[in-house]
T-cell receptor, first 110, second 112 residues
Framework: QQPVQSPQAVILREGEDAVINCSSSKALYSVHWYRQKHGEAPVFLMILLKGGEQKGHDKISASFNEKKQQSSLYLTASQLSYSGTYFCGTEGGMDDKIIFGKGTRLHILP | GAGVSQSPRYKVTKRGQDVALRCDPISGHVSLYWYRQALGQGPEFLTY????????KSGLPNDRFSAERPEGSISTLTIQRTEQRDSAMYRC??????????FGPGTRLTVL
């Protein structure tokens, strides 16, 4: 079951904040966040694990609500370099495959 | 250090031909994953390996698709009797156990 991301696209001015949401219809073990720029490979941002352990990325934070099977990615004081497509990927168990959402396209204007 | 590499970067083939796509993971990475990514979409899981063992192949679309990783390092994704609908970007990724995945640059496959 593919996770659902919202919004599908966001346009911001540099310095504004953004929140990207990811929700799943099944219980989750972990949520992974990646950013992909046009023509490039996805790049890891963050993993959020069941139980609260979190690995982070400078200036970007995230939350994981296990009960609601939801995660949110927070980008504060956005920079031009934040532009790209953000994907969440969900795992149902420790050794499970990652299922990626359709992505959220973020465009930062100067 | 070197990242994940894939070859060829671009492959154009005629319908009905077989193709082999190669992935060279980061040295020491136990897990290797294959994905297919359509334009504007997220990576779609195909299969993954821990060492040489194929752990999950539930994402392979049909029996024309197969993958191997015989020595626990380099992996090959083979598509037999290619069809136009197989055209896509094929990406592999590697990781340490339960850690972030590092994606390769992908192979852009076009089936004419």
């Amino acid at each position: 079951q593919q996770p659902v991301q919202s919004p599908q696209a966001v346009i911001l001015r540099e310095g504004e904040d953004a929140v990207i949401n990811c929700s799943s219809s099944k219980a989750l073990y972990s949520v992974h966040w990646y950013r992909q720029k046009h023509g490039e490979a996805p790049v890891f941002l963050m993993i959020l694990l069941k139980g609260g352990e979190q690995k982070g990325h400078d200036k970007i934070s995230a939350s994981f609500n296990e009960k609601k099977q939801q995660s949110s990615l927070y980008l504060t004081a956005s920079q031009l370099s934040y532009s790209g497509t953000y994907f969440c990927g969900t795992e149902g168990g420790m050794d499970d495959k990652i299922i990626f959402g359709k992505g959220t396209r973020l465009h930062i204007l100067p | 250090g070197a990242g994940v590499s894939q070859s060829p970067r671009y492959k154009v083939t005629k319908r009905g031909q077989d193709v082999a796509l190669r992935c060279d993971p980061i040295s020491g990475h136990v897990s290797l994953y294959w994905y297919r990514q359509a334009l504007g979409q997220g990576p779609e899981f195909l299969t993954y390996f821990n060492y040489e063992a194929q752990q999950d192949k539930s994402g392979l679309p049909n029996d024309r698709f197969s993958a191997e990783r015989p020595e626990g390092s380099i992996s090959t994704l083979t598509i037999q009797r290619t069809e136009q609908r197989d055209s896509a970007m094929y990406r592999c990724a590697s990781s340490l156990p339960y850690n972030e995945q590092f994606f390769g640059p992908g192979t852009r496959l076009t089936v004419l």
